[in-house]
């Protein structure tokens, strides 16, 4: 983490990373694939030194939901640093397809899938309507941490809180509205109306030929 706060991520090299591990560099190939799974390795390992994803069961959601704010770490100077650095790495990801995937794959999808797996239980208690996408629930909370770390800020305990349970909670357990219901009749609006040979006036039907 530290050669890549000093030159960030293009400039470090394999190289410069086995020189500072005081390792070859055919060691690192042999654990790592490439630079971005390093990279995003050390970076996974930084993060759960400061606070470990530990994924919560206390079988409610507002009680997995209160366990989960708790691991958000308020980070001190040294932490806010290391964060900048994986804003960096955000921003390079852009251009590295490599980063991009391992980022994804091992930074982000983790706690998504913690989240995802904390909704969906509450689904099956009941908690939340069997209608509600908790997929997009996540993408939203995720998509709102990622916002943050583009404008060079965090998302400590206090925010996570207020995102948990001012934006996610009521979304997530809001019953299903009569909107639902308009959505759908909009659906049919936009298909147009049924053609007249489709239509069938009360009463018609087979006719009957009378001799």
């Known amino acids: 983490?530290?050669?890549?706060?000093?030159?960030?991520?293009?400039?470090?090299?394999?190289?410069?990373?086995?020189?500072?591990?005081?390792?070859?560099?055919?060691?690192?190939?042999?654990?790592?694939?490439?630079?971005?799974?390093?990279?995003?390795?050390?970076?996974?390992?930084?993060?759960?030194?400061?606070?470990?994803?530990?994924?919560?069961?206390?079988?409610?959601?507002?009680?997995?939901?209160?366990?989960?704010?708790?691991?958000?770490?308020?980070?001190?100077?040294?932490?806010?640093?290391?964060?900048?650095?994986?804003?960096?790495?955000?921003?390079?990801?852009?251009?590295?397809?490599?980063?991009?995937?391992?980022?994804?794959?091992?930074?982000?999808?983790?706690?998504r899938r913690a989240l995802l797996e904390i909704l969906q239980r509450a689904a099956d208690r009941g908690e939340v309507p069997d209608t509600r996408d908790v997929d997009l629930l996540t993408d939203i909370v995720l998509g709102f941490s990622m916002m943050r770390m583009l404008r060079g800020a965090t998302m400590d305990r206090a925010l996570a809180r207020r995102m948990i349970f001012d934006v996610l909670y009521p979304l997530a357990t809001a019953p299903r509205s009569d909107s639902a219901a308009a959505h759908s009749a909009g659906d049919v609006d936009r298909r147009g109306p049924t053609p007249r040979s489709a239509r069938r006036r009360p009463g018609q039907g087979t006719s009957t030929t009378h001799g």
């Open 1 to 111: 983490m530290d050669g890549l706060a000093e030159l960030g991520y293009d400039r470090l090299s394999m190289e410069e990373i086995a020189a500072r591990a005081h390792a070859g560099k055919a060691t690192l190939y042999r654990r790592w694939p490439s630079k971005a799974a390093l990279i995003v390795d050390a970076v996974v390992a930084w993060r759960e030194g400061v606070a470990p994803l530990v994924l919560p069961d206390t079988g409610s959601l507002v009680g997995d939901l209160e366990a989960l704010a708790e691991t958000f770490p308020d980070f001190d100077a040294p932490a806010q640093q290391q964060l900048a650095v994986i804003i960096g790495l955000v921003g390079a990801a852009s251009h590295d397809e490599a980063l991009r995937t391992a980022l994804f794959t091992h930074g982000f999808d983790r706690p």
